[in-house]
């Protein structure tokens, strides 16, 4: 996750999964291709590894494959959390002025490593109590300069 525009006014964050969709399309791909070069020799083989690896890749990317966009807007007065997947589209509105603050939650891996992720601390209100922005734990940079990041802003 990245920090997209930061102004006064606006803090729009961003994470969108390249990596991950460029993967799971060479996968795709690669099967396809290895499917289609098995074809020659075997029709029936050829084509079901074929589709066998495209079907699972294809499944693979459409549940892992996702882009979050959060946007503070101080002059709206919300925090608008996106989600967007290849077949699903969420959108939840919350109040400026229920936003504590964020912070960092850990978790301990079975190697002992410490993971990650942000979450958003909502004070009052009908959704009140800790959001985590990110699903997953994770031991990059990118949490710690996406709660210091939220927490300079909302200090402003």
Avoid at 20 to 39: E, T
């Amino acid at each position: 996750m990245k920090v997209l525009h930061d102004t006064s006014d606006r803090l729009i964050l961003d994470e969108t999964p390249w990596v991950m969709a460029l993967l799971m399309a060479g996968f795709v791909l690669a099967f396809v291709g290895a499917g289609l070069f098995i074809m020659l020799e075997n029709l029936l083989f050829g084509l079901a590894f074929g589709s066998f690896g495209a079907i699972v890749g294809i499944v693979i990317m459409v549940a892992l494959v996702e882009r979050l966009q959060i946007i503070f807007d101080r002059p709206a007065g919300t925090v608008t959390i996106r989600r967007k997947s290849m077949l699903r589209y969420s959108q939840v509105l919350h109040a400026l002025e229920n936003i504590s603050h964020a912070e960092l939650e850990t978790t301990r891996n079975a190697k002992g490593n410490t993971l990650s992720r942000p979450v958003l601390v909502l004070a009052k209100g009908m959704s009140a109590g800790r959001h985590p922005l990110i699903s997953a734990y994770s031991n990059f940079s990118s949490p710690p300069k996406i709660v210091a990041a939220i927490n300079t802003w909302l200090a402003q």
